[in-house]
């Protein structure tokens, strides 16, 4: 086949990548958490976390997954919009062998209970403010570990009290809600820290997501993703990101990582170059969203036309 398409890239870009440079997104994340363990790695409004911190708080929460019983192959679900407590939960599922279930918060009860219980799902990190609708279908599917964060758990005393009292006082975005058993994010890693990680052997064809569709031909429908496919679409946009000569770049991060789109050229991405990202948990709200761009002058900013526009 003539491929035509290359007279198209420039002279920096690889015709092809060598997806065999990591076994698995487990071994990606471990080398660049270590690679740049003293760069910042994330920072949510104002509060920031280097890759050294993401490596210890992840593989504390993949341990305590793994004193929970839980093994290889099983799924978790995250239901978190973009906070600093996603990708310590994603890779620490990772780094422990689980199957991510990227969920999004804004699904209706019934959209929720089809994705948890086709997933089969048996654990779930989400955000308090989602709990009401986690409430009412649980008994429906096999979940049996409930994480629960709050938008401010992770910012450090005062800014957390004070997100988390406007977040459920002023703002009213936290509606009751009453799980049993359900223990608190934060909590699970102080209990967990410096636990190491039972080893486990993640290879190339192994499962690493169940990433939902937008269902628009019907129910939505899981797509298997290894972890081989999710390492060429890192190292693919790597290759293009070769001509941005910058050293941790600043990344502003508006796409939710619980989209592909997002979590392929914001989150894993960003780690493989040991980028610095801003999160933004709300790109709807302008107000702190501009507020955001004015503090971290972004190098670059991955969106859609939507939010171009909105802008």
Not at 32 to 49: D, E, P
Not at 166 to 181: C, D, E
Request: charged letters at 20%.
């Amino acid at each position: 086949m003539d491929k035509i398409w290359l007279k198209h890239y420039p002279p920096s870009v690889p015709a092809e990548v060598d997806v065999t440079q990591f076994a698995s997104l487990k071994h990606l994340a471990e080398d660049s958490l270590r690679r740049y363990a003293r760069q910042t790695a994330y920072v949510q409004m104002g509060a920031s976390i280097s890759y050294e911190e993401v490596d210890r708080q992840s593989q504390a929460f993949g341990a305590w997954l793994q004193s929970q019983g839980l093994k290889k192959g099983d799924r978790i679900a995250i239901m978190l919009p973009n906070l600093l407590q996603y990708p310590i939960a994603m890779f620490g599922a990772l780094r422990a062998g689980l199957v991510v279930v990227n969920t999004n918060p804004l699904y209706t009860a019934d959209e929720l209970q089809h994705q948890l219980a086709d997933s089969g799902a048996t654990a779930i990190v989400v955000l308090e403010n989602f709990c009401c609708v986690l409430e009412k279908v649980l008994s429906r599917t096999q979940v049996k570990h409930v994480v629960v964060t709050s938008v401010g758990e992770l910012l450090g005393f005062p800014k957390k009290t004070v997100v988390d009292f406007v977040v459920r006082h002023v703002r009213k975005q936290v509606p009751a809600w009453n799980i049993a058993g359900a223990r608190r994010f934060g909590a699970l890693l102080e209990e967990s820290r410096g636990r190491t990680l039972d080893p486990v052997d993640v290879g190339p064809t192994d499962l690493a997501f169940l990433q939902y569709t937008g269902g628009t031909t019907g129910v939505a429908k899981g797509a298997m993703l290894t972890h081989r496919n999710m390492v060429a679409n890192a190292l693919q946009c790597k290759a293009w990101h070769e001509q941005v000569k910058i050293d941790n770049a600043t990344y502003i991060i508006a796409l939710p990582l619980y989209h592909i789109f997002s979590l392929t050229a914001n989150c894993l991405l960003y780690m493989l170059v040991g980028g610095h990202g801003v999160l933004i948990p709300n790109p709807r709200d302008f107000p702190s969203f501009v507020k955001e761009l004015k503090a971290h002058p972004p190098n670059i900013l991955n969106g859609v036309n939507t939010l171009f526009n909105a802008l």
